[in-house]
């Protein structure tokens, strides 16, 4: 034979379950270029006072978090049964996944940044750093993931649509009431996640590009943030009034009035 055969492991058929919520999502993507200078250097400026190093994530989800609270349609969950409703969340709780290694093998667990609106970006970098350090039976979302384990896959689609999908407050403590992504760590330039939410962004590589800034080609740190959304839950303008207010906020000098070093 030319190929083998290999079982798939119970870890990926946990993330077929959240694709085949995809299916009747209408998702729909704008890419910003993000100018990343004023962020490196609040970073700099960070760094020699002596704080610790803050992440760009950090950055992107204080800022994303802010915006969802000017376009609070956005920060929603499209409920179809029994009644369809759009659950407008009061309060923004950002899922985002967490890769660790766990038995030799590489596993994703879905973390959950509990009212992100209200957080300092040091808080929510110290909240990220704990993810990705902190041993991993330490991690409530280890223990979520081992459980979910146990339970046969076709058990465990049933018991989320009949179980959790027809309540938004139950939705809401499960998977958050919006998602962020970042794989540009790993090399990716942008990304168009799959991700069956009103809203979800996703970070891309961060790097020295060329930019013209006043007439001039100057080489600048830059990112592509993808935002993804339901476009039953809104349109593309109004989608694209809020990437350009989350680019203008993540590119703004005067941060401490954007929240970022209260």
């Not at 899922?95 to 660790?100: G, Q, S, T």
């Not at 991690?139 to 999908?165: M, V």
């Not at 998602?179 to 590589?205: E, I, N, Y």
């Not at 989350?246 to 929240?259: I, T, V």
Request: with cysteine; hydrophobic share 45%.
């Amino acid at each position: 034979m030319s190929y083998d055969l290999r079982p798939l492991g119970p870890e990926r058929f946990l993330v077929w379950d959240l694709l085949r919520e995809t299916d009747p999502y209408y998702l729909n993507h704008h890419l910003f270029d993000i100018d990343m200078t004023a962020i490196e250097e609040d970073i700099q400026r960070r760094l020699a006072a002596g704080e610790p190093l803050i992440s760009y994530l950090a950055y992107v989800l204080s800022a994303y978090a802010c915006m969802l609270a000017e376009f609070p349609v956005l920060n929603s969950y499209l409920r179809i049964w029994p009644l369809t409703r759009l659950a407008v969340y009061r309060g923004v709780d950002i899922a985002f996944p967490i890769e660790r290694i766990w038995e030799g093998n590489s596993i994703v667990l879905l973390g959950l940044l509990k009212d992100a609106q209200n957080l300092k970006v040091d808080e929510i970098n110290s909240f990220l750093s704990e993810r990705r350090d902190a041993p991993l039976d330490s991690l409530p979302e280890f223990g979520s993931y081992k459980r979910l384990l146990k339970i046969p896959s076709w058990c465990r689609w049933w018991l989320f649509q009949l179980g959790a999908k027809p309540f938004p407050g139950l939705m809401r403590r499960l998977v958050g009431t919006t998602a962020v992504t970042s794989v540009g760590k790993f090399g990716t330039t942008l990304t168009t996640p799959l991700s069956p939410r009103s809203c979800t962004v996703s970070l891309g590589l961060v790097e020295t590009r060329p930019r013209v800034v006043e007439g001039r080609v100057e080489p600048r740190l830059s990112a592509w943030i993808t935002v993804t959304y339901d476009h039953r839950v809104a349109d593309g303008a109004f989608v694209a009034r809020f990437g350009a207010g989350l680019r203008r906020r993540l590119e703004s000098l005067n941060l401490a009035l954007l929240g970022f070093t209260r």
